[in-house]
């Protein structure tokens, strides 16, 4: 059987439409940490308080008093939220595009796991990101988080289609299994070139 045709367009954000790097992070906290830089690298964690910071299940300032903790820094919670956000790079400017031309023909959302630190920043610096889409689901904000099966429910409840009248876009490959696993169309990407293939394989014009 063909899948159905997609009635709507998700999309990932960090990776996906804006390009993200972990290690900015890691040398904006190292002067503030008797830790090495490989250190602090080895030492930080995703791990349950960060994916409770992602629910929303704990404050930003809970979850920057674990940053304190687990990477030895020494200072406030400004210079941490500082270097938290500094993993944002830019626009990933060929598939912002992509998706402008196909919210012409089909309804584009995105999905990201995030928190309201970063939500409030990526949303100031780059306004062009959220104006390019219908809507922006937040894991902070809906309580689920990718690739937890509530939280695509939730989406395509909130969207009023099919689960599998969705195609869902990550780069990371257990979010692209798990949307698979609860019935949504998905690609695994790794350069803007998995999207155009993609998008140009349903009938959009890009």
Same mark, same amino acid.
């Given at each position: 059987? *063909?899948?159905?045709?997609?009635?709507?367009?998700?999309?990932?954000?960090?990776?996906?439409?804006?390009?993200?790097?972990?290690?900015?992070?890691?040398?904006?906290?190292?002067?503030?940490?008797?830790?090495?830089?490989? !250190?602090?690298?080895?030492?930080?964690?995703?791990?349950?308080?960060? $994916?409770?910071?992602?629910?929303? $299940?704990?404050?930003?300032? $809970?979850?920057?008093?674990?940053?304190?903790?687990?990477?030895?820094?020494?200072?406030? @919670?400004?210079?941490?939220?500082?270097?938290?956000?500094?993993?944002?790079?830019? !626009?990933?400017?060929?598939?912002?595009?992509?998706?402008?031309?196909?919210?012409?023909?089909?309804?584009?959302?995105?999905?990201?796991?995030?928190?309201?630190? @970063? *939500?409030?920043?990526?949303?100031?610096?780059?306004? =062009?990101? =959220?104006?390019?889409?219908?809507?922006?689901?937040?894991? @902070?904000?809906?309580?689920?988080? /990718?690739?937890?099966?509530?939280?695509?429910?939730?989406? =395509?409840? !909130?969207?009023?289609?099919?689960?599998?009248?969705?195609?869902?876009?990550?780069?990371?490959? !257990?979010? #692209? $299994?798990?949307? /698979?696993?609860?019935?949504?169309?998905? #690609? *695994?990407?790794?350069?803007?070139?998995?999207?155009?293939?993609?998008?140009?394989?349903?009938?959009?014009?890009?």
């Amino acid at each position: 059987m *063909h899948p159905a045709k997609p009635q709507a367009l998700l999309f990932d954000l960090g990776g996906v439409l804006i390009d993200i790097d972990f290690g900015r992070a890691f040398r904006a906290w190292q002067p503030l940490s008797r830790l090495a830089l490989g !250190e602090i690298a080895e030492a930080f964690r995703f791990d349950a308080a960060y $994916e409770k910071h992602e629910r929303g $299940e704990i404050t930003a300032l $809970e979850y920057f008093d674990h940053l304190r903790t687990m990477l030895a820094l020494e200072h406030d @919670h400004q210079r941490i939220a500082q270097g938290w956000n500094a993993i944002f790079v830019g !626009e990933i400017a060929e598939t912002l595009a992509m998706v402008q031309a196909a919210r012409k023909q089909l309804t584009c959302s995105a999905f990201t796991n995030t928190n309201v630190t @970063h *939500h409030a920043h990526w949303s100031a610096r780059f306004p =062009a990101v =959220a104006s390019s889409l219908d809507r922006v689901f937040a894991s @902070h904000q809906i309580g689920y988080r /990718k690739p937890e099966r509530r939280a695509f429910e939730h989406v =395509a409840s !909130e969207l009023g289609v099919p689960l599998g009248s969705i195609l869902f876009f990550d780069d990371l490959a !257990e979010n #692209v $299994e798990g949307a /698979k696993s609860v019935g949504l169309q998905a #690609v *695994h990407v790794r350069s803007p070139s998995d999207v155009r293939s993609a998008l140009l394989a349903i009938g959009c014009a890009l």
